[in-house]
């Protein structure tokens, strides 16, 4: 019974940024830390005040209104809102709320294709055109090892 509604209540509670422990790693053995750092660094040079494609893309991560509303539709009510785009820790949530639900265990999956579904959608990797963006990433990680 107490497992039960453990369960329940971290279903109810949605996805929280700090339940991917620091040893989160990728398949290939990235840090999804280290990958979201890397990320943030490609799209914005990590600056929170980062505006582009046009006013769209708002942010550290550059996301979009529709990456917002995907994030709500995963954990399953309005936990995020527009503004929080701004706030680097809200959008680093996003980040990881969006990876593991398209990666479906984040463990299961490549750095790359993370990366690349970041950048291109839940099938971006299987665009030639998140490639380049891929390679932008990974400079950035080997920059850090």
Not at 22 to 42: W, Y
Not at 72 to 89: A, H, Q, S
Not at 106 to 130: D, L, M, W, Y
Request: hydrophobic share 35%; charged share 30%.
């Amino acid at each position: 019974m107490v497992k039960i509604f453990l369960l329940v209540s971290s279903m109810l509670a949605g996805f929280d940024a700090d339940s991917i422990p620091d040893n989160s790693v990728t398949k290939d053995g990235v840090s999804l830390r280290v990958l979201a750092d890397c990320i943030s660094q490609v799209e914005s040079n990590n600056s929170p005040k980062a505006v582009g494609d046009n006013g769209k893309a708002i942010g550290a991560y550059q996301l979009h209104s529709i990456f917002v509303k995907d994030c709500n539709r995963i954990v399953g009510y309005e936990k995020f809102k527009l503004e929080d785009r701004w706030d680097v820790n809200k959008s680093r949530e996003m980040f990881y709320v969006y990876s593991k639900h398209y990666a479906k265990g984040v463990n299961k999956v490549s750095a790359e294709r993370i990366a690349r579904c970041f950048n291109g959608g839940p099938t971006g990797h299987q665009k030639g055109a998140t490639l380049e963006y891929w390679n932008r990433v990974k400079r950035e990680l080997e920059i850090r090892k």
